[in-house]
């Protein structure tokens, strides 16, 4: 079955900076979308970048674009989420999401989703 794992959260001052990592079984990388959205207390949850995993080509969310990096590791079959120059307001629950066929789309279902991994980060 298709799982997906994250890991690397935790808490960070103001302008350090985390790598999360979204490790994925039971499916290779081909032309999948791989997203990370992010859900803060009281907030909907929020689409923050994603990787289409057959070509590379990333997307970001305004909020995050120019401190944040996505990127994958086919081999490995992970996804991570290089986060620098946090802020406060990046505190969230983050989450993995996988559509295994077709393209990143802010308005795409993504069919798999991993439990989330929390994201502090004190001013």
């Known amino acids: 079955e298709v799982q997906l794992v994250e890991s690397g959260g935790g808490l960070v001052q103001a302008g350090g900076s985390l790598r999360l990592s979204c490790a994925t079984s039971g499916f290779t990388f081909d032309d999948n979308a791989i997203a990370w959205f992010r859900q803060a207390p009281g907030e909907e949850r929020e689409g923050v970048s994603c990787?289409?995993?057959?070509?590379?080509?990333?997307y970001y969310a305004d909020s995050v674009k120019g401190r944040f990096t996505i990127s994958r590791d086919n081999a490995k079959n992970t996804v991570y989420l290089r986060m620098l120059s946090l802020k406060p307001e990046d505190t969230a629950v983050y989450y993995c999401a996988a559509a295994l066929v077709g393209l990143c789309s802010p308005s795409r279902t993504y069919d798999y989703w991993g439990q989330g991994t929390q994201v502090t980060v004190s001013s």
């Open positions: 990787i289409e995993t057959s070509d590379g080509s990333t």
